[in-house]
């Protein structure tokens, strides 16, 4: 079994106002490729934390932090970076679009960092808009696009580097109800054609789109569960 993220024995402590703050207390988790994760807790429970740690946004206080492979824990900030824009896919409850850009544009942004926006790129990126639902969206800015429509945007942005995971935080919390299934069941797809998702949510009923749900409590992991098979989804082209 291939992991795609592997969390060992990691805490995070942070100094706030003279006092140390425990944010995560020796959490120890493992995510194969092809998993699909719900991270779950009330406000303070370590999941942002946990999420900033497998982002490469931030790095644990003690532990191992493994993708793939590579042992990130304690990497300088430029090669984190190097990690952040190669290997993992990220989607906000905010979309994270840059408003001058077209849709096209904000999907190539990763490339652009790179500097691998080649032709056999460019196209790759047409794909993506395509697979999305936004083929006949690509010269239009965020400003001319719905919620759901951003969402999608940044759904394809996510997926441009062929990442180790998608790290999705609360990405259906703008949406209303009938976006919010929109978003969840491309998502779904998604993960039967073997993305890897870890995501954050408050809502049960998005968590319940995931195969496992993780909870975390007071920096710990409260408990650790798979759920019954989700119903297929399929990608459309």
């Keep these: 079994m291939k992991l795609a993220a592997s969390v060992q024995q990691v805490t995070k402590e942070y100094v706030l106002d003279g006092e140390t703050v425990r944010a995560l207390r020796g959490v120890t988790l493992e995510?194969?490729?092809g998993d699909y994760v719900a991270v779950m807790g009330a406000s303070g429970s370590g999941k942002s934390t946990l999420l900033n740690l497998l982002g490469c946004l931030d790095r644990p206080t003690s532990g191992k932090l493994l993708l793939g492979e590579d042992d990130v824990s304690q990497l300088s900030d430029?090669?984190?970076?190097?990690?952040?824009?190669?290997?993992?896919?990220?989607?906000?409850?905010?979309?994270?679009?840059?408003?001058?850009?077209?849709v096209l544009e904000n999907i190539q942004v990763p490339l652009y960092y790179q500097g691998r926006l080649t032709a056999r790129e460019r196209d790759r990126c047409h794909e993506l808009a395509g697979m999305?639902?936004?083929?006949?969206?690509?010269?239009h800015r965020p400003t001319q696009l719905s919620g759901g429509q951003q969402q999608r945007v940044a759904i394809a942005r996510?997926?441009?580097?062929d990442p180790y995971f998608i790290l999705a935080d609360e990405p259906?919390?703008?949406?209303?109800s009938v976006t919010t299934e929109e978003i969840l069941g491309l998502l779904d797809a998604l993960n039967e054609a073997g993305k890897t998702i870890i995501m954050v949510t408050?809502?049960?009923?998005?968590?319940?789109?995931?195969?496992?749900?993780i909870r975390l409590r007071d920096g710990n992991v409260l408990s650790d569960a798979r759920q019954q098979q989700k119903r297929k989804a399929?990608?459309?082209h």
Excluded: C, M, W
């Design 31 to 33: 995510v194969p490729e």
């Design 78 to 102: 430029d090669r984190l970076s190097e990690i952040r824009a190669s290997r993992i896919g990220f989607i906000f409850q905010s979309y994270n679009l840059i408003p001058q850009l077209t």
């Design 132 to 139: 999305v639902g936004l083929a006949d969206r690509l010269k």
């Design 158 to 161: 996510s997926l441009v580097n």
């Design 172 to 176: 259906t919390g703008n949406l209303d």
């Design 202 to 213: 408050h809502e049960d009923d998005v968590g319940a789109r995931a195969k496992r749900i």
């Design 234 to 236: 399929v990608i459309r």
